[in-house]
């Protein structure tokens, strides 16, 4: 049995097994993914939207290069769970990876100007894989990899249907034969999902892409209101035009809620009006971003500058995971890395800056080690994206290390290489450059998720 099923908030739509849980929030996956695991076992479907894997960034000539590049991805990544697997030394070499066929698809809603593509692979693991302490891991698994590629919106949308094949939940090796097409009930069930998910896959709203939809310029658009705002002559006017912005905005979204989206996607989509429109008030205009140098606030402690996507997520994880016993003196959200004084968030956001979002660490080098900052910053955050984190794109997205002294550059240097190899299958683009002028954000910046916890989610998982 299959139904109708809203993903990414209603803005793509597709018939999914009814006996599949969206178990998207209770992993806690990246913004750009969701993920729906089957109640009777371990085959999971993920859908995922990606940067397009074309040239000069990726290596793709091809679509069916662009697939296996993604296939790569998926392998690496461990089949959607949060943390790399190439890491572990027991699985390296340990498994065979066979790729069997690669094939054009039709999505009809689409039609055949937007190429799709099928491919089917298999990876053998080694005999001792676990997946816990007393259940054993599978066998191998089965790979079923959708992709579809949107040239305008610069997009590569995958589909993956994962079929794990454990002990007991098939009744021997010989039961399933990719090449030869002997599938197995598993295998069968896997693709009667795969054909019913591509024949019924609609986009719904093309705005999630950021291109080639409604909100298309919406930093332009931002940034345009919020420089009229600010050249306001009087803090009665300021507030007039405020209140009009946000009357505008919410008749809008009353328009598009009662047209399909989720109040999920909207928070998505207007994260930059509700945060850009938030800082003015009727007693003062914009504020701004402010210079803290790069001497520490903390006498003694050591700073560690650090770039990956939004900043509000890895602040608020290095707080979490890092607590004042380990030594995290203080987190901070701000802008490095561009040419611009004084930048606001507006600024940052236009991408005319060459500023990145970034968070400043301050820490007590006796009890947390620079390499410990750096090893979780790689497993909290996609480094293989290019000026991108899920689907936050632009330059101030970048993922990159801002150096402080020789040592921190030969430490960043030598783990961004050891993560690359060992992690993420030499497909880092992480930049390692040394600091520069550190602007600090704006206060409601500051802690952002931790006081609205039911806010904007950030990629970094």
Same mark, same amino acid.
């Given at each position: 049995?299959?139904?109708?099923?809203?993903?990414?908030?209603?803005?793509?739509?597709?018939?999914?097994?009814?006996?599949?849980?969206?178990?998207?929030?209770? #992993?806690? @996956?990246?913004?750009?993914?969701?993920?729906?695991?089957?109640?009777?076992?371990?085959?999971?479907?993920?859908?995922?939207?990606?940067?397009?894997?074309?040239?000069?960034?990726?290596?793709?000539?091809?679509?069916?290069?662009?697939?296996?590049?993604?296939?790569?991805?998926?392998?690496?990544? =461990?089949?959607?769970?949060?943390?790399?697997?190439?890491?572990?030394?027991?699985?390296?070499?340990?498994?065979?990876?066979?790729?069997?066929?690669?094939?054009?698809?039709?999505?009809?809603?689409?039609?055949? /100007?937007?190429?799709?593509?099928?491919?089917?692979?298999?990876?053998?693991?080694?005999?001792?894989?676990?997946?816990?302490?007393?259940?054993?891991?599978?066998?191998?698994?089965?790979?079923?990899?959708?992709?579809?590629?949107?040239?305008?919106?610069?997009?590569?949308?995958?589909?993956?249907?994962?079929?794990?094949?454990?002990?007991?939940?098939?009744?021997?090796?010989?039961?399933?034969?990719?090449?030869?097409?002997?599938?197995?009930?598993?295998?069968?069930?896997?693709?009667?999902?795969?054909?019913?998910?591509?024949?019924?896959? #609609?986009?719904?709203?093309?705005?999630?892409?950021?291109?080639?939809?409604?909100?298309?310029? @919406?930093?332009?658009?931002?940034?345009?209101?919020?420089?009229?705002?600010?050249?306001?002559?009087?803090?009665?006017? #300021?507030?007039?035009?405020?209140?009009?912005?946000?009357?505008?905005?919410?008749?809008?979204?009353?328009?598009?809620?009662?047209?399909?989206?989720?109040?999920?996607?909207?928070?998505?989509?207007?994260?930059?009006?509700?945060?850009?429109?938030?800082?003015?008030?009727?007693? =003062?205009?914009?504020?701004?971003?402010?210079?803290?140098?790069?001497?520490? /606030?903390?006498?003694?402690?050591?700073?560690?500058?650090?770039?990956?996507?939004?900043?509000? =997520?890895?602040?608020?994880?290095?707080?979490?995971?890092?607590?004042?016993?380990?030594?995290?003196?203080?987190?901070?959200?701000?802008?490095?890395?561009?040419?611009?004084?004084?930048?606001?968030?507006?600024?940052?956001?236009?991408? #005319?800056?060459?500023?990145?979002?970034?968070?400043?660490?301050?820490?007590?080098?006796?009890?947390?080690?620079?390499? /410990?900052?750096?090893?979780?910053?790689?497993?909290?955050?996609?480094?293989? /994206?290019?000026?991108?984190?899920?689907?936050?794109?632009?330059?101030?997205?970048?993922?990159?290390?801002?150096?402080?002294?020789?040592?921190?550059?030969?430490?960043?240097?030598?783990?961004?290489?050891?993560?690359?190899?060992?992690?993420?299958?030499?497909?880092?683009?992480?930049?390692?450059?040394?600091?520069?002028?550190?602007?600090?954000?704006?206060?409601?910046?500051?802690?952002?998720?931790?006081?609205?916890?039911?806010?904007?989610?950030?990629?970094?998982?």
């Amino acid at each position: 049995m299959h139904e109708k099923k809203e993903i990414y908030g209603g803005a793509i739509t597709a018939e999914l097994p009814t006996d599949y849980l969206d178990v998207s929030n209770l #992993r806690q @996956v990246p913004d750009n993914q969701e993920v729906y695991l089957s109640k009777a076992g371990l085959t999971s479907i993920i859908f995922d939207i990606l940067e397009r894997a074309e040239p000069p960034d990726h290596p793709c000539e091809t679509d069916e290069e662009a697939i296996k590049y993604h296939y790569q991805d998926v392998i690496s990544a =461990g089949y959607g769970q949060a943390e790399p697997k190439g890491g572990n030394e027991d699985s390296a070499g340990s498994e065979e990876t066979k790729i069997y066929d690669i094939s054009r698809d039709d999505i009809p809603s689409l039609g055949p /100007q937007i190429p799709a593509y099928s491919l089917i692979a298999s990876q053998n693991h080694a005999h001792n894989a676990t997946t816990s302490a007393d259940k054993p891991g599978p066998d191998f698994t089965v790979v079923l990899l959708n992709l579809i590629r949107l040239e305008a919106q610069k997009t590569d949308i995958l589909i993956s249907i994962n079929i794990p094949h454990t002990p007991g939940e098939f009744e021997n090796a010989n039961e399933v034969d990719v090449p030869s097409a002997r599938n197995g009930p598993l295998m069968r069930a896997a693709l009667e999902h795969r054909d019913k998910i591509l024949h019924s896959f #609609r986009i719904e709203n093309w705005g999630l892409f950021g291109e080639g939809g409604l909100f298309d310029n @919406v930093e332009d658009l931002n940034c345009v209101l919020l420089r009229v705002m600010s050249s306001a002559d009087s803090p009665t006017l #300021r507030h007039q035009l405020h209140q009009l912005i946000a009357l505008t905005f919410a008749l809008l979204a009353i328009y598009l809620t009662s047209s399909g989206l989720s109040a999920t996607m909207l928070t998505r989509i207007f994260r930059s009006f509700t945060t850009g429109t938030a800082r003015f008030s009727p007693e =003062g205009g914009a504020g701004t971003s402010t210079s803290s140098g790069n001497t520490p /606030q903390n006498p003694g402690a050591s700073i560690a500058t650090l770039a990956c996507g939004c900043f509000w =997520g890895p602040e608020h994880m290095y707080r979490h995971h890092f607590p004042p016993s380990s030594g995290l003196l203080d987190a901070r959200v701000g802008y490095t890395g561009g040419d611009a004084s004084n930048p606001s968030y507006r600024a940052v956001c236009s991408g #005319r800056t060459g500023h990145a979002e970034a968070i400043r660490l301050e820490y007590d080098a006796s009890k947390l080690s620079y390499r /410990q900052i750096l090893e979780f910053f790689y497993r909290m955050h996609d480094p293989r /994206q290019s000026n991108r984190q899920g689907n936050d794109m632009g330059t101030q997205y970048r993922s990159a290390v801002f150096f402080h002294g020789e040592e921190q550059e030969r430490e960043a240097k030598e783990v961004t290489r050891e993560v690359s190899e060992q992690w993420w299958k030499n497909r880092v683009v992480t930049e390692v450059l040394p600091a520069g002028q550190w602007w600090e954000a704006e206060d409601y910046h500051q802690r952002y998720l931790e006081r609205n916890p039911g806010g904007y989610e950030c990629p970094s998982q």
